[in-house]
């Protein structure tokens, strides 16, 4: 098992972006894998899996999206518009990819990885979607509503003045177990050390901005989804866990899969969507695998 490295770069819109790498001091490895986590996730989520035998043999590079983690918050006046992390890994992959570029993504991460297969095909070797074909579809009807919650949660951030306090580590991993049932306390206190930061008054934060936490102004619609998915030309590999909080009804399911023109579908034994901290040997044998082919 190899260390990560500690980075972080600067984007063409000014933010600082932090990421770990594998091997990045190896120069023989031409093959960059990109490993996009979800909502609310870090880079450190990738840990396990990296420490599973992948860090041997790619070159990582494992990054905080924008506002999560260590890379730098949109400040005051900023939002997180969904297409901002794609300008993000566009700039990530610029100054770090090197001449193979695979990406992985996990929940939101998969979006994000999916769309940006979509947008520059050519680029992507492989790309492996961990439960990351989206949300539940939605309709146009519900968008005023959406966006009047926008905006009420919005000004409710705001005079809250901050992220939940946790006295302890031990209590900040308690809120992640609450969360996550199937995550050992082990990985959970871990979890906790990475992702937050001690406060003045000595207690912890999770390092997030909590903007995140108000309901984006935009819908998902499997539509628009799907206009870049069927761009895809690259070997794609479909992940999904057995138990799982997050499931399609089949046929939506079999109709999201049908998009992807080269696309191999998978379970992961044992775990939920949180496949990651779950079965974390067992998903980086799968994914060894895939982007060895």
């Not at 594998?22 to 023989?28: A, I, K, L, N």
């Not at 990885?113 to 439960?131: D, K, N, Q």
């Not at 939920?272 to 982007?291: K, T």
Request: charged content about 25%.
């Amino acid at each position: 098992m190899s260390l990560p490295q500690s980075r972080r770069i600067t984007l063409s819109t000014g933010l600082r972006y932090h990421f770990l790498e594998w091997g990045g001091d190896d120069v023989t490895r031409d093959h960059t894998v990109i490993l996009i986590h979800g909502f609310l996730d870090l880079s450190w989520t990738w840990e396990a899996v990296a420490a599973a035998g992948l860090d041997r043999k790619f070159h990582l590079v494992a990054p905080d999206l924008r506002g999560h983690g260590d890379s730098d918050r949109v400040g005051a006046g900023g939002y997180y518009h969904f297409m901002d992390y794609l300008a993000d890994l566009a700039d990530l992959i610029e100054q770090v990819g090197r001449n193979k570029v695979s990406l992985v993504g996990h929940s939101m991460g998969g979006s994000v990885a999916a769309y940006f297969t979509g947008v520059y095909p050519s680029r992507i070797a492989r790309l492996a979607l961990l439960e990351g074909l989206g949300p539940p579809d939605a309709e146009w009807s519900t968008w005023p509503d959406r966006l009047s919650a926008w905006i009420a949660a919005w000004k409710r951030q705001r005079d809250r003045g901050g992220s939940k306090r946790y006295a302890t580590l031990e209590e900040a991993a308690a809120r992640l177990r609450a969360t996550d049932p199937k995550l050992t306390e082990p990985l959970a206190r871990r979890l906790a050390e990475v992702s937050t930061v001690r406060t003045d008054d000595g207690r912890y934060v999770y390092k997030h901005d909590p903007l995140h936490l108000t309901p984006a102004p935009y819908l998902f619609m499997v539509d628009g989804a799907m206009s870049l998915w069927q761009r895809i030309t690259c070997p794609t590999l479909l992940v999904d866990a057995q138990h799982s909080e997050f499931r399609y009804a089949p046929e939506e399911a079999t109709r999201r899969r049908s998009a992807f023109a080269n696309a191999r579908h998978v379970e992961v034994a044992d775990a939920g969507h949180m496949m990651q901290r779950h079965q974390p040997e067992l998903l980086a044998m799968l994914l060894d695998e895939f982007l060895s082919d």
